[in-house]
């Protein structure tokens, strides 16, 4: 059973389009955490939210706490973009639940 | 930019023998953790470590398994007798606070294979 479900599982677009990734999450949660996994492997945190919207740059986050659901959004998308996305939450303590990940393919 | 390391960056090793995985966390971080990601598959928590011992661990992390913290600076992942199934990467991460309170911070990983 998954606690966390993300999509699409793949998704191509654009270079400029605006993208959306969702996650859902079927248990109560302190935090969730948007990563994002380079081609090579490696792994980079985005963002940490327990509520509202945080935006860094191009990406913005939100996370509604009734709905248990979260999503990721990339303005302007750019080839370098591409990347698994991932999301994952944590509960009262510090084990992660991870998603399954999203595939991001961004055309020039 | 402080980071997170590991070495090796890619181990190979015989069935049943013992691996160790080395990770320099953040000089400053608090809580350590390690994960893996079996090729394809998701990354799925190991074990969480904080204050010197484990604050947490998944049911993958059997007594196969060991973590150790031996100086001021290492985290140390040990798989005791390796099984082709142990063959992922492994990342090692790090946080100041526990991980409802803070980001963390990923190494670049260990690819293991197991023959």
């Known amino acids: 059973k998954n606690e966390v479900e993300q999509s699409p599982q793949n998704l191509t677009a654009q270079e400029g389009e605006f993208i959306t990734i969702n996650c859902s999450y079927s248990v109560g949660i302190s935090a969730l955490h948007w990563l994002q996994q380079h081609p090579g492997g490696g792994i980079v945190s985005l963002f940490m939210?327990?509520?509202g919207k945080k935006k860094h740059g191009r990406l913005i986050a939100t996370i509604n706490i009734q709905e248990k659901h979260s999503s990721l959004h990339i303005t302007a998308s750019h080839p370098r973009d591409s990347a698994v996305y991932i999301c994952a939450v944590t509960r009262t303590g510090n084990q992660f639940y991870f998603g399954t990940g999203t595939s991001l393919t961004v055309i020039p | 930019e402080p980071e997170v390391t590991q070495t090796p960056s890619h181990q190979v090793t015989q069935m049943g023998q013992e691996v160790i995985l080395r990770c320099v966390p953040i000089?400053?971080?608090?809580?350590f953790y390690w994960y893996r990601q079996i090729l394809g598959q998701k990354v799925e928590f190991l074990v969480s470590?904080?204050?010197?011992?484990?604050?947490?661990k998944s049911e993958i992390f059997d007594d196969q398994f060991s973590v150790e913290r031996p100086d001021g600076s290492n985290f140390t992942l040990k798989i005791r007798s390796t099984k082709l199934e142990d063959s992922a990467m492994y990342f090692c991460a790090s946080s100041e606070a526990g991980a409802s309170y803070n980001e963390q911070f990923f190494g670049p990983g260990t690819r293991l294979t197991v023959l």
């Open positions: 000089s400053n971080h608090l809580y």
């Open positions: 470590f904080y204050n010197n011992e484990i604050s947490e």
């Open positions: 939210l327990s509520s």
